[in-house]
């Protein structure tokens, strides 16, 4: 399955060439098939598929024989409905990347705080969903979004699955994001992953690295390219909120200098051999201390408990002296 998103990126862009190579405005277009020009401008925006109207279009400007054949196999693959709708509850954000995924010919990756989703464990997907609830309301539940990660997790490994490439930030490692233990099984987990599959690579850019030009990455982000030529490349830069999507259809220039600032950040990265025995050496030290301010909360909290545990002894010491009287 090639993804519905990025077939639908496609068709917007087919769409709008050949309405300009008719000579045609959106009303005039719109006029001949019998639609509004609202209508028109949704398909051509991507935020829509209506294969009837695909065809009307084409049969109003006139193609004919192998290109209609190819724009009509793009709308109907845009209009498919991947296997993450039907797990709403793993949230939007995550359907996006599901949705990007398919059939990708290849995945780079640069993650700055998180171990990416292609990589976690029910366990650390799990636990980030609990963390997330204490920051905001989140549209996914725990369970779901761990099964939604599986999921993408497969198709990545399946036959015919994409290349992929991440690079984590040496502090996506360190950090503790999740319980200490789940986050040594997480990094057992990548190294594993890493071995045991050719197309899956990891590799680690050390806190200390000097990133060519003195860049310093502002936010984590995905590049995806496909194996139709004339699909779009598309971008996935990750906020805090949201995702921002750019593809070279629109912006070339922009994908072009995620594309550059992923290999300077790969040239500075470790080799894999090397980031793997880091991932192991982080995995195998001791957690790491808590912190002034979580120890003086712990106190805090045993402080205040302190007197109802006293006077309840006190009671229980009372009672006790009836009872024997």
Do not use: C
Request: proline share 5%.
């Amino acid at each position: 399955m090639i993804s519905p998103y990025v077939r639908r990126l496609r068709l917007a862009a087919e769409l709008r060439a050949l309405r300009a190579e008719g000579g045609l405005t959106h009303e005039q277009l719109a006029k001949q098939i019998g639609q509004s020009r609202a209508q028109i401008s949704r398909l051509e925006n991507g935020h829509v598929v209506d294969q009837d109207d695909v065809m009307r279009i084409l049969d109003a400007l006139g193609v004919e024989d192998e290109r209609w054949t190819q724009i009509m196999t793009i709308a109907r693959e845009a209009a498919e409905r991947g296997w993450w709708e039907s797990n709403k509850a793993m949230g939007d954000r995550q359907a996006l990347y599901a949705n990007l995924e398919a059939g990708a010919r290849t995945i780079r990756e640069f993650q700055m705080t998180f171990i990416p989703g292609l990589l976690q464990t029910p366990e650390f997907t799990r636990a980030r969903g609990e963390a997330d609830r204490l920051t905001g309301r989140v549209s996914y539940t725990a369970d779901k979004a761990a099964a939604g990660r599986l999921g993408r997790q497969r198709m990545l490994r399946r036959p015919g699955g994409a290349e992929y490439e991440v690079v984590l930030d040496e502090l996506a490692i360190r950090r503790a994001a999740a319980p200490w233990e789940v986050v040594k099984a997480q990094l057992y987990h990548i190294a594993a992953t890493v071995n045991g599959h050719p197309r899956i690579t990891a590799r680690v850019l050390p806190i200390d690295a000097r990133i060519e030009g003195y860049i310093v990455p502002r936010s984590a982000f995905s590049i995806y390219t496909f194996r139709d030529a004339g699909d779009p490349k598309v971008v996935a830069v990750d906020t805090v909120t949201d995702d921002l999507v750019i593809t070279d259809i629109g912006e070339p220039d922009d994908v072009a200098r995620y594309e550059e600032l992923y290999e300077r950040i790969r040239e500075a990265s470790m080799p894999m051999h090397d980031s793997l025995e880091l991932l192991m050496d982080v995995a195998n030290t001791p957690p790491p201390p808590e912190s002034a301010e979580k120890v003086k909360e712990r106190r805090a909290r045993r402080s205040a408990a302190e007197p109802k545990v006293a006077a309840a002894a006190k009671s229980s010491a009372r009672a006790a002296r009836l009872a024997a009287s």
